[in-house]
Structures are given as structure tokens and as C-alpha cells.
């Protein structure tokens, strides 16, 4: 499984303040160190990774714009994203 697991490009988005940008940077870190691949472009991408919080009512919006559009890039995810628009009225 592990092996599997070290060939899936991983794409990480941080959002927020400074400390979620540093929360990024370790878990690519421990990732790398055990040979996983990254990517920028979420088309290639195995895993996306939103790393983000909520604390402000702008920062909660542009959490949940992003996840639904990174949700775009997968079978499954194209089916909840407009689950959760017609929830939220987008």
C-alpha cells in the first residue's frame, strides 16, 4: 500500500494566515521525506489538499469556493460540488 501511496501526486492549497502557510510546509516535508511527488496544477493531481480555517466570514467563504472547485477535478467531487451549490445557492 505504501508504495502505492508514494507514486500519487499531491497538490496543497493554503489559505488563511501564516501559521497555515508553515502547517503546509511540514506536512510537505514529512511528505517528501517519504517520497510522495507534488504538483501545482490540480488536473495532475492525485490528492488536493486544502489546508484552511474559518475564523473570519471571508476566509470561511473563500475555504468553502475553493474546496468546491478543487472538488471539480474528480469524478465523485463534480457530483457533491453541485450538491453543496444548489445547498448554498450558488
Given at each position: 500500500m505504501?508504495?502505492?501511496m508514494?507514486?500519487?501526486k499531491?497538490?496543497?492549497?493554503?489559505?488563511g494566515?501564516?501559521?497555515?502557510?508553515?502547517?503546509t510546509?511540514?506536512?510537505?516535508?514529512?511528505?517528501?521525506?517519504?517520497g510522495?511527488?507534488f504538483?501545482?496544477?490540480?488536473?495532475?493531481?492525485d490528492?488536493?489538499?486544502?489546508?484552511?480555517?474559518?475564523?473570519?466570514g471571508?476566509?470561511?467563504?473563500?475555504s468553502?469556493?475553493?474546496i468546491?472547485?478543487?472538488?471539480?477535478?474528480?469524478?465523485?467531487?463534480?457530483?457533491?460540488?453541485?450538491?453543496?451549490?444548489?445547498?448554498?445557492h450558488f
Amino acid at each position: 500500500m505504501q508504495e502505492v501511496m508514494q507514486y500519487m501526486k499531491i497538490m496543497f492549497a493554503s489559505l488563511g494566515c501564516d501559521k497555515n502557510l508553515v502547517d503546509t510546509e511540514n506536512m510537505l516535508g514529512i511528505l517528501n521525506d517519504k517520497g510522495f511527488e507534488f504538483t501545482d496544477d490540480e488536473t495532475q493531481a492525485d490528492v488536493i489538499v486544502v489546508n484552511t480555517c474559518c475564523f473570519i466570514g471571508d476566509a470561511k467563504q473563500e475555504s468553502i469556493n475553493t474546496i468546491l472547485e478543487m472538488a471539480q477535478h474528480t469524478d465523485i467531487g463534480m457530483r457533491l460540488s453541485k450538491r453543496f451549490r444548489r445547498l448554498m445557492h450558488f
